[in-house]
């Protein structure tokens, strides 16, 4: 157990961490840092694995500051922090990665800005696999995770839900020039952002799903499941689906009103069963582009 300890200067509270470290069974809690990292503080090159049941939790200053390589296994979890900025449950700086594998979990964590799971920066990546979550955290926006220019990869049973941007957008993701690509049976649902737009993910960059990939149950006013934005994209294929989302206005699946900005959706097929008020029903599914 690894607690009660502070930081030097603004980071790193609990593990300071410049090599390769391995935590199996391990809890850390109630350490601070000034800024981030109460819980551990990742140095670029360095890497951590978490396995077991190791959890970090209610540390002052979010859980983790990553400028290497964490990677999350077996029932390893990163919960219940409260964070005056962004990326409660991890911060990922730039190149940094994020790996989560086995039943590992994110969850629980409140920011008071953006990405209250997880926050991404330039070229930072996160990989999904297995039945590894990011569930009930909260953000203005971003609930889930916030993309910066960064990627998301889900794959096998991956799962991001019950999040919540509580002011603005992408409940369970909001990606800014960062892609997200969902296979196999990967899952975005349950989210919400009632105040914006995207319940599941809102993005104005590539999103591919593929698989038996699934975004379902998620709540916005526009684009409840999906909203793509600017110069976004959405592909889909194979039994990929968007389907029982909600949106308060329009587009209960789908919002995407670029030109070209789909490839391989369907309304009423792979978008299906959404819903919208009675007074736009032609958008319970998609609200799309439609020339001229």
Known sequence: RITGGTGTGSYGGGIYNSGLMTLIDVVITSNSAPSHGGGIL??????????GTTAIFGNDGGGVWNEGTL??????VIRDHQLTGSGAGIYLTTSAVLRMSGRSRITGNTATLEGGGVYATLASSIEMSGRAAISGNKGTGGGGLLLSGASLTMSRLALISTNTATSSSGGGVLASEGTIALSGDARITGNKALS?????????SALTLAGSAIVSGNKARYGGGVLVSGIGTITMSDASLIRGNTASVMGGGLHAAAEGATTGVVCGTNVRQNSAPANVPLFADCFLFQPG
């Open 42 to 51: 990742i140095l670029p090159g360095a890497t951590v694995v978490l396995g």
């Open 196 to 204: 914006g737009d995207g319940g599941g993910i809102r993005t104005d």
């Open 71 to 76: 990677r999350m296994g077996g029932r390893s």
